[in-house]
C-alpha cells in the first residue's frame, strides 16, 4: 500500500488545517529561532521575548506540529 504524499507548503492556510504530520521532532525542529528564544528567556525573561517565542511557535507550525 502506497503513502498518500504529504502537502507543499506552498498549499498555503488549507493545508495547515489538515492533518500534516511533522517531519521531524519537535526537539530538532527550527533550531534557529529555539536558540534566539532561549538565549532571550536566560537573559531577560519569559516576558520580555514574546516576539522570539511567537516566531517560535510560528515556525513550528510550519513544520506540521500543533502548537
Known amino acids: 500500500m ?3 504524499p504529504l502537502i507543499s507548503q506552498s498549499a498555503g ?3 495547515q488545517e489538515l492533518n500534516v504530520k511533522p517531519k521531524k521532532k519537535i526537539c ?3 533550531p534557529e529561532t529555539k536558540r534566539l528564544r532561549d538565549e532571550c528567556v536566560v ?3 519569559e516576558s520580555a521575548c514574546t ?3 511567537e516566531a517560535h511557535k510560528q515556525c ?3 513544520e506540521g506540529f500543533n502548537i
Open 43 to 45: 537573559e531577560h525573561g
Open 2 to 4: 502506497a503513502e498518500s
Open 60 to 62: 513550528l507550525r510550519a
Open 13 to 15: 492556510p488549507a493545508a
Open 51 to 53: 516576539k522570539w517565542i
Open 28 to 30: 530538532c525542529a527550527c
